[in-house]
């Protein structure tokens, strides 16, 4: 168990629908990071929150947004969903955010969309 | 442009030793991460390099090579549990404050008895 809660575990939803994911990083950690990991891609960096403040951007779709809260807990939205949206969805959590930290993964949310 | 390559797919046997390799091109590097990941749970840290040499850790080592940009994950008396998915990543640093890191697509080991 790495700290890393996440939820809900399993989501099924239809085409354009909107969802939010939840994120609650490790005791103490003040940085939090969302990937995206579907069967053909492998694990994709989506965004990274560093106490509240947006620090890093990879590939997310303009569809998908995120945000940390004053508690350090983080949500991922993604809306208007296709099928091709459907993947595992983890969040990971370190604690400054910087230098050699290792971030710590949760268990991750599995998006069907159909 | 950023390219982290590592095999398919490998297979080993029961207490043998087994080694997975990880080249990787990108534009900036600051240290190489080999995670273990199980089908369908989260990914687990194994081991981290920044200079180059080799890493050990009870029964996983792991090298690094930067002016190669090649990497290794050695894994010794191999055991049925570690029948997983084994992924290498990259610290992508371009200045700033940031710990990004690039995945490549994983190598499935599979251990057979």
């Known amino acids: 168990d790495s700290g890393v809660t996440q939820t809900p575990k399993h989501l099924i939803t239809a085409t354009g629908q909107r969802v939010t994911l939840r994120c609650s990083p490790r005791s103490g950690d003040l940085s939090v990071y969302w990937y995206q990991q579907s069967l053909d891609q492998g694990l994709q960096f989506l965004i990274q929150y560093y106490n509240g403040e947006e620090r890093a951007k990879g590939n997310i779709l303009e569809r998908f947004s995120a945000q940390q809260f004053p508690d350090l807990h983080s949500e991922l939205n993604l809306s208007s969903l296709e099928l091709g949206d459907s993947a595992l969805y983890f969040c990971?959590?370190?604690?400054?955010?910087?230098?050699?930290?290792?971030?710590?993964f949760g268990p991750g949310t599995r998006l069907l969309v159909l | 442009g950023q390219n982290i390559d590592q095999p398919t797919e490998m297979t080993a046997t029961e207490g043998a030793i087994v080694q997975i390799n990880c080249t990787y091109q990108t534009s900036g590097f600051n240290g190489l991460f080999w995670y273990q990941q199980h089908a369908g749970e989260a990914p687990t840290f194994l081991s981290y390099n920044v200079l180059d040499g080799l890493e050990e850790k009870g029964r996983f080592s792991s090298f690094l090579s930067r002016s190669k940009g090649y990497s290794y994950l050695l894994l010794k008396e191999l055991q049925m549990k570690d029948s997983a998915s084994y992924l290498c990543?990259?610290?992508?640093?371009?200045?700033?404050?940031?710990?990004?890191?690039?995945f490549g697509t994983g190598t499935l080991l599979a251990v057979q008895p």
């Open positions: 990971a959590s370190s604690n400054q955010g910087i230098g050699k930290e290792t971030q710590y």
């Open positions: 990543a990259v610290r992508d640093y371009r200045g700033g404050a940031t710990n990004k890191l690039i």
